[in-house]
């Protein structure tokens, strides 16, 4: 970015890495200066939950918010039921309008937790775009918005060539979606005053149609930025693990699983997580990122204090760093450990440490999980176990339950129901 932002928003974003492109950084910065701009971020409905794989976006939302502008978290409610391409090497599922409302209702959740939503001029509001699309003429729609595409330009898009060039089939179901996430954002202008779209670099081509959708058919200005994929200083994907998904809501995973894995992130990338997930100040940052050899532990201690607490609350993180402390420091169980409940008539006949280890999300199925024994990985109650046959008899869980672990980071509780 050659222009020297002004505004508030801009500011905050460029100085703490939020910035991959923007269609016009002067236009948006003096728009952003002159009155309250509403801006919004598309997000499709496959899960009851959205994953730390979002949450950059959802931190730009909230930074919106903070900056004395207007969030707008779009429910894909209709677009969800065609799934958009890019990214993508296969066609999406397709969901019931029920399966929809559901995750729809697991989204709010997260977004409560990050955005003050009202009636005021800078509260969050929710849109579902099922609201529009649901009731669009098939022939009016393309006669008055298809001619603003061309095939040859639809091409060019990365996640359209992406699809061709791996021969890998792109329907022409989700070949619309490009014209009706355009079309969104046109909606929401006129219906909102929208004027800003934001989204992850994947996102650019979606974002450019729209506003330059919206220019043709109602010669307003609107504007478009993306934030930088992420990935971690190894190179793996922001989100994933071994385990699965790093999921919002709590349903979806314990705080004490979520606060770990903040805990566990690389030396290299302590620095970039803190000025993209929190809210301390930059200097902060700096000083903790600068920390060398094992006091950088304790910059990540922070970093995952501060993240819980934006995501779960102050009191899920302050119980997580506890647990944390008694499990690694002191050799005990902790209250916040994920926890699997067994009924005594299951237990009867003894439980194999094989389901034991997949049930309570150690291994992510029998064979992982038998490797993980095999390599020395697996442990109950801290002691080493190599049999992969062990079965786990009603009496080896006390009051305070059986301890299991998979390595020196990852334990959870099993109880006896």
């Given at each position: 970015m050659t222009h020297?932002?002004?505004?508030?928003?801009?500011?905050?974003?460029?100085?703490?890495?939020?910035?991959?492109?923007?269609?016009?950084?002067?236009?948006l910065d003096q728009a952003l200066l002159s009155g309250v701009v509403p801006g919004y971020i598309g997000f499709d409905c496959t899960a009851d939950s959205l994953h730390v794989g979002s949450l950059i976006q959802i931190m730009t939302l909230r930074w919106l918010q903070k900056t004395g502008h207007k969030p707008v978290t779009l429910m894909g409610?209709?677009?969800?039921?065609?799934?958009?391409?890019?990214?993508?090497?296969?066609?999406?599922?397709?969901?019931?309008?029920?399966?929809?409302?559901?995750?729809?209702?697991?989204?709010?959740?997260?977004?409560?937790?990050y955005l003050a939503f009202g009636d005021g001029p800078t509260d969050a509001l929710q849109p579902n775009n099922a609201d529009w699309l649901d009731k669009l003429n098939y022939i009016d729609f393309l006669r008055d918005y298809g001619r603003h595409f061309t095939i040859n330009r639809m091409l060019t898009f990365d996640s359209v060539k992406l699809r061709l060039d791996r021969e890998q089939p792109l329907t022409f179901l989700e070949f619309n979606y490009m014209l009706l996430q355009a079309y969104d954002f046109l909606e929401l202008s006129r219906r909102e005053g929208v004027g800003l779209q934001m989204g992850g670099s994947d996102q650019w081509g979606n974002i450019l149609n729209g506003v330059e959708l919206t220019r043709r058919v109602d010669q307003r200005q609107v504007f478009g930025l993306t934030t930088p994929l992420l990935t971690r200083a190894d190179g793996s994907k922001m989100g994933k693990t071994a385990s699965g998904a790093i999921w919002l809501n709590e349903e979806r995973l314990s705080s004490y699983e979520f606060w770990q894995f903040w805990r566990n992130t690389l030396d290299a990338d302590v620095g970039r997580f803190l000025r993209l997930f929190t809210e301390l100040p930059l200097e902060e940052i700096d000083r903790l990122a600068a920390l060398g050899g094992s006091e950088i532990n304790e910059a990540k201690i922070i970093l995952a204090n501060?993240?819980?607490?934006?995501?779960?609350?102050?009191?899920?993180?302050?119980?997580?760093?506890?647990t944390a402390r008694e499990?690694?420091?002191?050799?005990?169980?902790?209250?916040?450990?994920?926890?699997?409940?067994?009924?005594?008539?299951?237990?009867?006949?003894?439980?194999s440490l094989v389901q034991l280890l997949v049930r309570s999300g150690l291994a992510a199925s029998g064979k992982e999980a038998k490797r993980l024994i095999a390599e020395g990985g697996a442990r109950i109650n801290d002691e080493p176990v190599t049999d992969a046959a062990r079965m786990i008899a009603p009496e080896e869980i006390d009051a305070n339950g059986l301890k299991l672990s998979a390595g020196r980071k990852r334990h959870a509780l099993v109880r006896s129901a």
């Open positions: 020297t932002p002004k505004s508030d928003f801009l500011n905050v974003l460029l100085t703490r890495g939020f910035i991959q492109d923007c269609t016009d950084y002067e236009g409610g209709g677009t969800t039921r065609i799934g958009d391409p890019s990214g993508k090497d296969e066609a999406r599922q397709l969901l019931t309008p029920e399966k929809i409302g559901e995750n729809m209702a697991g989204i709010r959740k997260v977004f409560a937790r501060e993240v819980t607490s934006l995501s779960r609350g102050p009191e899920a993180a302050a119980a997580a760093e506890a499990v690694f420091e002191k050799g005990g169980v902790g209250d916040d450990l994920p926890t699997v409940s067994l009924p005594a008539a299951e237990l009867a006949d003894g439980v």
